[in-house]
Each structure stands twice: as structure tokens, then as C-alpha cells.
């Protein structure tokens, strides 16, 4: 490996947690490995900022504003500033929100530019009913994506939307996890969790509007012999204690905070089946690959999800999950009691899911990783 001094140094900005945003590090860990020394740009977040999290050089801005117009604007002018005078020979711009400073600094710089669409950013829930946010982002979408040469997104779907839009095709790189076959799970004892329940797992680093958390504490509520755990973090967690409360739900239903990946999967392999429950609501939701579904392809338990394309086909693919046809307590409970009272069906389940792992993993994935960057390499 090349001299520290000597090595092409890349820089990936995200607005995210550096610490929990598992598709950046991984990015980051397989752009090392080509010899490149790499530094993690964000923001300070309070308790979620842990060095011992993060195994790579990082940058964490201290921001007044914390969401919003004026928290985007100064992070980027900072993100610009901080690009432009220190020494850097690539660009990685995580996602819509700090691709407009990784664009500046990299044309001013003359040096590549990646763009990393980790959603359709524009068709996210957050956006609906804010003509004059979404217009803004659109905008600046508009400006700037159309002339990249070099970008990447999560999956075939939001790939097609760029191409008709903008007429580029991203590389499609999934959020696939690594391996977890030395991750020891959680027994039921250590969890409290009866023996002879169903356990399901709801997890996520987003549980935010239209993620189906309301219909599924419902859904729980009227299924006897489900256990639940709900493992993350989001805007609707305080609706989901305190639904889980008011149905009087906190035997059966846990609450864990979020957590580095590794302790995340213990719990994830505990469980029977996982849900990934993203109602059609929004272009972003109809897009998308979730982390989670990887995540539990990992952990060899399958998961009950609606029908959204992406997701679909890889449940269908593989033969590893229950597809419900719509987001409602009704259906999520009839999935839930399907899968409690035909154990040969959740069985052959698991096997295919533990089969679907052995190609659907981080390992395999990041080979398209290193052919794209090796490409854009070439340029620095």
C-alpha cells in the first residue's frame, strides 16, 4: 500500500449519523482497500457521535441550526470551505443534500466528483405538501445531476427514474449487509420473550412516517402469541411507545435503542421473521431497497413485507418472505398468524432466506464497488 502522503485522498460527505450510516462506511471500507486514504465528512449529532464507531478519519461540523433551510444552507457553505482547502483528490456526495457544495469544490478543485443517490430524494414523504421545499431540491437536482459523470443508488428503479428524468444511468449498488455467521444471537431468556411466541423484529434507522409502525402495534394488539421488538430510531417512536401503552402492549412488545450493527443483529437473529413495512405513499417508498430487508436476508430469517416492486422481487426471487398486499393491521396480522401456526412453512422460510444469504451479501456486492471506483481512479 502507497505512503500515507502518497495515497489518493477521498472524501465522503453525509448528512446522516457518520456512525450509524452502514452504506458509507461500507463504501468507505471498500475505497480503502484500493489504497485510498479516506475521511467521513457530517455533523455532530450529540450522543450518536462515537469515534470508537467510526474506523476511519473523520469530520464532524458543530451546527446552530439543526434542520431545515438554514441548517442546509450553513452545513454546505461549511462542507465547501472545508473541501476546498484542504487537500482532497476525490468527492463523494452522499445523497441530494450535500451534493451542492461536493459540486462546487469539485469543479473549483478540478477533480472527480461522486454522486451517491442513497434514495429518490426528491419523492421522499417529508417532501409531500411542501411545494416550495420540493421545488428548491428539484431544482438543484436539475442543475447539477444531469452533467455527473460519475454516480451510484440503491437500486434498479430509482437507477430507471434518473435515466428517464435526467438521462444517466447510475451504477446500482445494493445495501446488501455482510455476513453474520459469527454474530451469537440473544436467547429468549436473555430477552424476556416466551418461548412459544412468534418473535418479529421491526428495526430501522428511519421509523418515520408511512413505515407501517401505527398498523403494526394494531396489528400485534390483535394477534395472541406474537412477540415484538422494535430496534432503532425515528420520528414516530414516541407515537409507538405510547401506542404500545395504551393497548397495554409492553409485555410483548420491546423497545431498543439504536445500536452499532453488530449488536443490532443479535437481536435481529433472535427473531422468527422481520417486517419492512414502507407503504406505496411516495416515489421515494416505491423505490426502495431497505437496509433492513438485507439485514435480515443476513440474519437468515425471512420477512413480511407489502408489495412494493423492488422489494418484491427480491421476496419473490428468493422465496423468503410473505408479501401482504396492503399496510393494514388486518393483513399484517394475518401474515403474523400464518407464519405462528405453519412452522413447516416458517422453517422452509428460513432455510431459503439462509440460502438467499449466501449471494445477496456485502461481500459479493462491493465487487461492483471496487470495478466503479477503480474507473473513476483512473481520473485522479
Partial sequence: MPEASNRTKVALSVINCICFD?????????????GCEVTIIGRHLGDCCDNDLVPFKTKRFNMRFKRGFLFYKFFNIR???????????????????TLPANCLAAKQKRIP??????EYFTGVPELNNKPIRKWFWKTIEKMIVPRLMHTM??????????????????????????SSN??????????????????????????????GGEELLDAVSLTDNVSLIIAGSGDVL??????????????????????PWKELMRYTKSADA??????????????????????????????????????????????????????????????????????????KLKQNTVTASRTLNWENESKKVTDFYKQVLINT
Avoid: W
Avoid at 462542507?79 to 443534500?97: E, K, P, Q, S
Avoid at 443508488?153 to 446500482?172: F, H, N, W
Avoid at 436473555?190 to 412459544?196: M, P, T
Fill in 22 to 34: 452502514q452504506r458509507v462506511q461500507k463504501i468507505a471500507g471498500t475505497v480503502e482497500k484500493l
Fill in 79 to 97: 462542507l465547501y470551505f472545508y473541501l476546498l482547502f484542504h487537500r482532497f483528490d476525490l468527492l463523494v456526495a452522499n445523497d441530494l443534500d
Fill in 113 to 118: 466528483l461522486v454522486f451517491d443517490s442513497h
Fill in 153 to 178: 443508488t440503491v437500486s434498479g428503479s430509482v437507477a430507471e427514474q434518473y435515466l428517464k428524468e435526467y438521462g444517466i444511468m447510475p451504477a446500482v449498488i445494493r445495501n446488501c449487509s455482510p
Fill in 182 to 211: 459469527d454474530i451469537i444471537p440473544y436467547s429468549r431468556h436473555e430477552l424476556g420473550i416466551n418461548d412459544n411466541h412468534l418473535l418479529l423484529i421491526f428495526q430501522g434507522g428511519g421509523i418515520n412516517i408511512d413505515k
Fill in 238 to 259: 414516541p407515537i409507538l411507545k405510547k401506542r404500545a401503552d395504551e393497548k397495554n402492549l409492553s409485555g410483548r412488545v420491546k423497545f431498543i435503542p439504536k445500536v
Fill in 274 to 347: 422481520g417486517l419492512s413495512l414502507e407503504k406505496d405513499t411516495n416515489l421515494n417508498y416505491r423505490f426502495s431497497l431497505p437496509n433492513k430487508l438485507f439485514d435480515y436476508i443476513s440474519a437468515g430469517i425471512p420477512v413480511i413485507t407489502g408489495n412494493l416492486p423492488e422489494i418484491r422481487k427480491v421476496v419473490e426471487g428468493n422465496e423468503c418472505g410473505v408479501i401482504i398486499p396492503e399496510i393494514t393491521p388486518a393483513e399484517i396480522s394475518k401474515a403474523m398468524i400464518k407464519l405462528r401456526d405453519d412452522r413447516i412453512l416458517l422453517n
